[in-house]
């Protein structure tokens, strides 16, 4: 898909009011220069999260969320960045341009939308008219009621059935043929035949619930034909980042406390006609880091839903190997093995649903599968296959983040391998680096997100909070973000200098200065949008609260901008004094007329 251009995000955020946006969703309270409310993303008593009309962010001091406009809709209404942006230019009328010219409103893909739509009526009322389709489900154990809750149809064996419905209209044929319902016959022009004959047919709904394909399933299985056929990919459609009944588990969950992965439509369907509501399939692919991202935006807990037979473990194997970099002290995974020769659609009907929703809570946790997966034919009896296992586990735990779990982990294996902790991590050395974070010396913007971010007491009132013990180099951040124009008045020179400065924080200061000398007409907005997910975001927003005690703003703001930035070339010359008098009898002649300069 083509990118939105910055230029029209920026535009887009500096013509949109944050409060009127977050109001409409959470109820705000005017305290002083700022609103404030109950965070929206995690439980509390007392308001922490704030949002700043003149800068137009918000941010909690409870969880850290934090984000301008666009980014609070993909947080609350769990939706991705392109539908986001969609949503905010609709409601201010505006269209979304892509790179290379092509604009795309709201209901760009509208006609996909709608032609899918009336495919899905057609083949609920087909499914009515056809005796057999009806029995073939009766003899599945689907009911009338989940039939239609999850709009099951059917389509009959005719190569024609949608192709009738254009009427030879050609706009009517291009969406058919779009969406994927029709195909354009090899070495014929303007000769089509239906992709999908003589199928059930299960709607596949996105999140919004609108249709975006369909899952087919032969009445009658053909040597030559599929069991299962799904639509191709289209512009509304990608299989690897949408899961078949995730629109049912969320309408039937006020809150999802686990999400169940299992592999076929049938399995999703039974399991929610019997209780388990909460369950999802991926559409014929394996599991994708995509998938994992969207099922943990909607609960902490996954659990992989698998046959005992070796398909079934070769594909948890994929699955764990998948999950490795997004698990961590709160988002798990967990593993759930049928007895060989059932799937969740048959056992669940053998058991009661009490008795199935106990093996998933009885599900394996992802440590203990990673284990028994990897001792599986490596008895511990002996010592070479400890230190082989030690070999095998050292590039999965490569890619685990840092953290409580990665740590837990670690010392099961040490105790597998009946080696002291200590000496297993001499042992690992490198190893348990995760590659997304090397190993390197904490920089000084370190040190300043760590006094800022440091525990904050929940009782704590939100104005103690916004008081941080300003220096230059905070003072320099906050009004930079206040009024990004400052960075402008700042010299090369000045510039060379305050790089010189050992002082936490210094390295972002001049990152942000250089990002607005590269882009001018940044608004506040606009270039905290660019930092909204840097690794110091949280540090910048609470420092974009900090209150400035000024009368005129435009003003004043230059002036205190710049008494910062020269205390700190001040700082930078005295550091440079210090250094060379220490070594003065080794100093170049360079260094000397340095020296005197400086002094």
């Excluded at 249709?211 to 299989?239: C, D, M, W």
């Excluded at 002291?420 to 001499?426: A, G, H, R, S």
């Amino acid at each position: 898909m083509s990118r939105i251009p910055q230029s029209f995000l920026d535009d887009l955020l500096n013509r949109i009011d944050i409060v009127d946006v977050i109001d409409a969703r959470v109820t705000l309270k005017k305290t002083g220069s700022n609103y404030s409310a109950c965070c929206p993303f995690h439980h509390e008593k007392s308001p922490s999260f704030t949002v700043s009309p003149t800068k137009q962010f918000y941010h909690c001091f409870g969880c850290g969320a934090h984000g301008t406009a666009i980014r609070f809709i993909m947080e609350y209404e769990r939706i991705e960045f392109p539908e986001a942006v969609e949503q905010l230019a609709a409601s201010i009328g505006l269209d979304v341009p892509r790179e290379g010219g092509e604009h795309v409103s709201r209901d760009a893909n509208a006609l996909l939308y709608e032609t899918l739509n009336a495919a899905k009526v057609a083949y609920k009322q087909y499914l009515k008219q056809t005796p057999t389709a009806i029995e073939y489900l009766k003899n599945r154990g689907v009911n009338g009621e989940t039939a239609a809750l999850f709009e099951i149809g059917y389509t009959p064996e005719a190569w024609d059935t949608l192709f009738k419905t254009a009427n030879n209209q050609t706009e009517a044929i291009q969406a058919l043929l779009q969406s994927g319902m029709l195909i354009e016959k090899e070495n014929s022009k303007n000769a089509f035949y239906d992709r999908f004959r003589q199928r059930i047919m299960f709607p596949i709904r996105d999140r919004r619930g609108r249709t975006i394909g369909f899952g087919g399933r032969l009445l009658v299985n053909a040597e030559n034909q599929p069991k299962y056929l799904n639509s191709p990919e289209t512009p509304i459609f990608h299989k690897g980042q949408e899961l078949f009944g995730l629109y049912e588990a969320r309408s039937a969950n006020n809150k999802l406390e686990q999400l169940l992965v299992v592999e076929g439509y049938m399995d999703v369907v039974m399991l929610h006609q019997h209780g388990i509501n909460y369950s999802v399939a991926t559409l014929g692919t394996a599991t994708t880091s995509e998938h994992l991202h969207l099922l943990f935006r909607y609960t902490d807990t996954v659990v992989f839903c698998f046959d005992g037979d070796n398909a079934g473990r070769r594909a948890a194997w994929r699955a764990l190997e998948t999950s490795l970099p997004l698990i961590n002290g709160s988002k798990q995974v967990r593993f759930l093995f049928l007895p060989d020769g059932e799937d969740p659609d048959s056992l669940v009907q053998k058991e009661t649903n009490s008795v199935f929703a106990q093996r998933v809570f009885n599900a394996q946790s992802l440590p203990d599968y990673l284990f028994a997966h990897l001792t599986e034919e490596l008895p511990l009896n002996d010592a070479a296959n400890r230190a082989r296992l030690v070999e095998k586990a050292k590039p999965l735990l490569q890619r685990i983040q840092d953290g409580v779990l990665k740590a837990l982990i670690v010392q099961q294996l040490a105790e597998k391998v009946q080696l002291p902790i200590n000496t297993l991590l001499n042992s690992l050395g490198n190893s348990l680096i995760a590659p997304t974070k090397p190993e390197r010396a904490a920089r000084p913007t370190e040190a300043l997100i760590s006094t800022i971010s440091s525990p904050i007491k929940p009782q704590q009132p939100v104005l103690v909070q916004h008081q941080l013990q300003m220096n230059d180099v905070r003072t320099a951040i906050a009004v930079l973000l206040a009024q990004p124009t400052v960075a402008l008045q700042c010299s090369e020179s000045s510039l060379e200098a305050i790089q010189q400065v050992q002082q936490a924080g210094v390295e972002l200061l001049v990152e942000l200065i250089d990002c607005v000398r590269e882009e001018p007409s940044l608004s506040s907005p606009a270039l905290l949008n660019r930092y909204e997910d840097h690794e110091h975001a949280n540090a910048l927003y609470q420092l974009a609260l900090q209150p400035l005690a000024v009368h005129d703003a435009e003003t004043e703001l230059p002036g205190i901008f710049m008494d910062a930035i020269n205390n700190l070339v001040k700082k930078a010359h005295k550091q440079r004094i210090t250094e060379l008098s220490q070594r003065y009898d080794q100093l170049s002649d360079e260094e000397k007329v340095e020296l005197q300069r400086l002094s």
